[in-house]
């Protein structure tokens, strides 16, 4: 069954830093596979997408991700935090069915 | 950007009653969906929807759920006997056409069941 693992639960970083978050996903075929962030009590916003093509991907807010097939990973990566990063950010997968499934998160914190 | 609409934001309602959700999809969406999150958990796959039906649905959505679109706009989600443990935040998503289109997720609607 498709999975994604997002190992760590809560990152502190320095504001300026550079930032990576993990991802794993277990999938057979190629994976559709997604970042979004969620900012306090706010719905799903789409960070970024890989279907095909460049395995590096842009997004929004400065943020990209590099899908690993070898590794089976879609690292998210930003090299300068702001404090307004600030906020839940999680790693999904499409199903075969078209259903997103969800990490179980990582919470990311700003140090001033 | 097109947005994703839900009602009511928070929602409050006693153990037993019926509530129902409300999504506005984006015009010309053509897939719908509702998941969910309970506080402190990751976002949960309750169902989806397409051509007036139902295409799948998690071991969640057991018989206390249904979704419909009534008037051809909006989307809803019932759940006809609330337990406490359906407390949560609910999103609906919808999605054009091809399945590599995005899901736009719903700003959420926050149920309390007391």
């Known amino acids: 069954a498709q999975s994604v693992t997002q190992p760590d639960i809560h990152i502190t970083v320095s504001e300026g830093a550079s930032l990576e978050l993990r991802c794993n996903y277990s999938?057979?075929?190629?994976?559709?596979l997604f970042w979004y962030v969620q900012s306090p009590g706010q719905g799903l916003q789409l960070l970024l997408k890989?279907?095909?093509?460049?395995?590096l991907v842009q997004g929004i807010k400065g943020f990209e991700a590099e899908f690993k097939r070898s590794q089976s990973s879609f690292n998210l990566r930003k090299p300068s935090v702001h404090w307004s990063d600030a906020a839940e950010y999680f790693c999904?997968?499409?199903?075969?069915?078209?259903?997103?499934?969800f990490g179980s998160g990582t919470r990311l914190s700003i140090r001033p | 950007e097109p947005e994703v609409t839900q009602t009511p934001s928070h929602q409050v309602t006693q153990m037993g009653q019926e509530v129902i959700l409300r999504c506005v999809p984006i015009?010309?969406?053509?897939?719908f969906y509702w998941y969910r999150q309970i506080l402190g958990q990751k976002v949960e796959f309750l169902v989806s929807?397409?051509?007036?039906?139902?295409?799948?649905k998690s071991e969640i959505f057991d018989d206390q759920f249904s979704v419909e679109r009534p008037d051809g706009s909006n989307f809803t989600l019932k759940i006809r006997s609330t337990k406490l443990e359906d407390s949560a935040m609910y999103f609906c998503?919808?999605?054009?056409?091809?399945?590599?289109?995005?899901?736009?997720f719903g700003p959420g609607t926050r149920l309390t069941v007391l």
């Open positions: 999904a997968v499409y199903s075969s069915a078209s259903k997103i499934i």
């Open positions: 890989y279907f095909s093509g460049d395995t």
């Open positions: 998503a919808t999605r054009l056409r091809a399945s590599t289109d995005t899901q736009y």
């Open positions: 999938y057979g075929a190629t994976p559709y």
């Open positions: 929807f397409y051509n007036n039906e139902i295409s799948e």
């Open positions: 015009s010309n969406h053509l897939y």
